[in-house]
T-cell receptor, first 113, second 113 residues
Framework: DAKTTQPNSMESNEEEPVHLPCNHSTISGTDYIHWYRQLPSQGPEYVIHGLTSNVNNRMASLAIAEDRKSSTLILHRATLRDAAVYYCILRDYNAGNNRKLIWGLGTSLGVNP | DVKVTQSSRYLVKRTGEKVFLECVQDMDHENMFWYRQDPGLGLRLIYFSYDVKMKEKGDIPEGYSVSREKKERFSLILESASTNQTSMYLC????????????FGPGTRLTVT
């Protein structure tokens, strides 16, 4: 299974943009890139996913490098509620493999008021 | 609003007891998952089910069993609880396919004394 590498922790200031990096140098052509986050005392929640092109939704943007060996989750204006652990996960869409998510330890994001 | 519920937020059991953790989803999802989450180890998959009465072992199935008699309900069973099973247990569900996100419950903090 392809692995991801993320910084252990990052700090940001409220109302400023945040760029959360993820390296996945062994990504295969059939891997989707998924991001989840886990707020304190809650289960993880889905944020965004992509395959090759950059993606936007109401929560965040996902920028994927042209060679797909890295990606960046972008929170456009951090709020205190965005303080969480952010997980970057590769998900193989090959049949029989696509149910499992391989979770790393993620990046703990702190947001300063 | 999609929902995954778990039977208890906090549970304290004694060593050797049989423990049942229940998970219910109301989204008609095919897939259901049980994870445990421990500091420094992240989320680890115990078992998952892709249909009623169908199950597959995850990465750490030892000491656990599961039951899925109805589509909406997935139970995790600790046949004889041990102190090393003290952990946060998270249930999730999803539609089939690699682009579909997993929806998580709030978790059950199990302490085995």
């Amino acid at each position: 299974d392809a692995k991801t590498t993320q910084p252990n922790s990052m700090e940001s200031n409220e109302e400023e943009p945040v760029h959360l990096p993820c390296n996945h140098s062994t990504i295969s052509g059939t891997d989707y890139i998924h991001w989840y986050r886990q707020l304190p005392s809650q289960g993880p929640e889905y944020v965004i996913h992509g395959l090759t092109s950059n993606v936007n939704n109401r929560m965040a943007s996902l920028a994927i490098a042209e060679d797909r060996k890295s990606s960046t989750l972008i929170l456009h204006r951090a709020t205190l509620r965005d303080a969480a652990v952010y997980y970057c996960i590769l998900r193989d869409y090959n049949a029989g493999n696509n149910r499992k998510l391989i979770w790393g330890l993620g990046t703990s994001l702190g947001v300063n008021p | 609003d999609v929902k995954v519920t778990q039977s208890s937020r906090y549970l304290v059991k004694r060593t050797g007891e049989k423990v049942f953790l229940e998970c219910v989803q109301d989204m008609d999802h095919e897939n259901m998952f049980w994870y445990r989450q421990d500091p420094g180890l992240g989320l680890r998959l115990i078992y998952f089910s892709y249909d009623v009465k169908m199950k597959e072992k995850g990465d750490i199935p030892e000491g656990y069993s599961v039951s899925r008699e109805k589509k909406e309900r997935f139970s995790l069973i600790l046949e004889s609880a041990s102190t090393n099973q003290t952990s946060m247990y998270l249930c999730a569900s999803s539609l089939s396919g690699p682009i579909y996100e997993q929806y998580f419950g709030p978790g059950t903090r199990l302490t085995v004394t």
